[in-house]
């Protein structure tokens, strides 16, 4: 099952922002609120390779193994980058397919 996150948008951050915190709806990470801080491609890989870097606010004590969190997050930072116009608070459903 894929994950549901929401991005957490209020009156300190919005759209126009480059960090908004994001809590996971669903799966085992649930509850767990975290932003991304640092993202890029590596254009030395082929193909290019999205790397990221985190910072967990809310929920760390649940994360057990975390190889499939930074998977989970991965994921779900690809399907912000192609998922437009993501409305205030708007509940996303993680997409399964690799398009």
């Known amino acids: 099952m894929a994950e549901k996150y929401k991005i957490l948008f209020d009156s300190m951050n919005s759209k126009e922002d480059e960090i908004a915190p994001v809590v996971i709806l669903s799966g085992k990470y649930k509850e767990i609120i975290y932003n ?3 993202v890029r491609f590596d254009m030395e890989e082929d193909p290019p390779r999205l790397k990221f870097e985190y910072e967990i606010m809310g929920g760390e004590e649940e994360i057990e193994d975390i190889q499939d969190f930074i998977k ?21 459903n993680e997409r399964k397919d690799d398009s």
């Open 36 to 38: 991304y801080k640092v």
């Open 72 to 92: 989970v997050i991965g994921d779900i930072l690809v399907n912000i980058i192609t998922t437009k116009d993501i409305k205030e608070g708007e509940e996303v």
